[in-house]
T-cell receptor, first 114, second 111 residues
């Protein structure tokens, strides 16, 4: 059974819309991450967290909020979506003892902002 | 800051060809270097990793060697198969729990 799940798998919204992407992991991992994947840029880190209630800023945080409600659940929020946020979003988790070396990724959410 | 460079956007090979994917990195620390593979429609998964302690990683026929002198971490495989078609990401962990990924190299292998 998949250890990192994401919902929805596909989402279409309009400019200025409000979007929440959800991620759940059953790996009992401390760390969770949100990335966006764009052609030519690879994977870029938006936000990450080392536990419930914690949030760390990633490399491309502008326009995104995130919240870690439990060890299992990590949400990415786009409160005023823009076309530049059209992308493939991945959530991942990792074990603190592994120091982030092996991250387990979800299947991704494709977001389109019209 | 830390960075990883993959200059090859796409590599096209035939089955049994030799694979070589370039990766160079920049960091001020002693990194752990990683290769991730992403198959179509899936999230990336770890293929292999190399630390400064062991210098070489091998997994599923793939091999990568850490060269501190040239700051390179190239990925090689002696004989590719069609099932190896995927996107390959070079990455580094320089400190903390953040992984910095390269832009990826798409490998297409024809039968």
């Amino acid at each position: 059974e998949a250890a990192v799940t994401q919902s929805p798998r596909n989402k279409v919204t309009v400019t200025g819309g409000n979007v929440t992407l959800s991620c759940r992991q059953t790996n009992s991992h401390n760390y969770m991450y949100w990335y966006r994947q764009d052609t030519g840029h690879g994977l870029r880190l938006i936000h990450y967290s080392y536990g419930a209630g914690n949030l760390q800023i990633g490399d491309v945080p502008d326009g995104y909020k995130a919240t870690r409600t439990t060890q299992e659940d990590f949400f990415l929020l786009l409160e005023l979506a823009s076309p530049s946020q059209t992308s493939l979003y991945f959530c991942a988790s990792s074990d603190a003892r592994d120091r982030g070396h092996e991250q387990y990724f979800g299947p991704g959410t494709r977001l389109t902002v019209l | 800051g830390d960075s990883v460079t993959q200059k090859q956007g796409q590599v096209t090979l035939s089955e049994d060809d030799f694979l070589f994917i370039n990766c160079t990195y920049s960091t001020t620390t002693y990194p752990t270097l990683l290769w991730y593979v992403q198959y179509l429609g899936q999230g990336p998964q770890l293929l292999l990793k190399v630390t400064t302690a062991n210098n070489k990683g091998i997994s599923r026929g793939f091999e990568a060697t850490y060269d501190k002198g040239t700051t390179s971490f190239h990925l090689q495989k002696a004989s590719v198969q069609e099932s190896d078609s995927a996107v390959y990401f070079c990455a580094l962990v320089a400190g903390g729990y953040k992984v910095v990924f390269g832009s990826g190299t798409r490998l297409l292998v024809s039968p």
